[in-house]
């Protein structure tokens, strides 16, 4: 069997670990081992971290979603409800940003909202 020599293999994956660690503290942006125990460590938390910041961009949306309808007398599962009920079909991601920056838009929303559950009770 031949001889293999793994010197341009083993730079080139050395080199592409190191690429990676560039910036990090102490040994681990340039000794190997620690190098890439820390990029290992660091691309795991990274794809662990692009899910959660679905879930926490989320819970800030609803959270001002929340304050913006009690500030017009309404709490927030009521609001969807309502506007489910007057079928304005509106993510909360849109909703939360009317919210901010449109506060009129969004009393007239919540108007519409409050309409059609009175309609639906009665």
């Known amino acids: 069997m031949a001889r293999v020599k793994r010197g341009y293999t083993k730079n080139r994956r050395r080199n592409r670990v190191l690429k990676l660690a560039k910036g990090y503290f102490g040994s681990k942006h340039a000794l190997y081992r620690t190098a890439n125990e820390q990029v290992m460590r660091s691309l795991r938390y990274a794809y662990r971290d692009r899910k959660n910041l679905k879930r926490e961009m989320r819970k800030l949306w609803i959270a001002r979603i929340n304050a913006a309808a009690h500030n017009n007398d309404i709490n ?11 079928n304005i ?3 909360r991601k849109m909703l939360s940003e009317i919210a901010i920056h449109d506060p009129k838009t ?3 929303i919540v108007n519409r909202a ?7 009770s009665a």
């Open 76 to 86: 927030y599962s009521q609001l969807m409800y309502g506007l489910r009920l007057a």
């Open 89 to 91: 079909e509106i993510n």
């Open 106 to 108: 969004f009393t007239t």
């Open 114 to 120: 409050k309409k059609a559950i009175e309609k639906a």
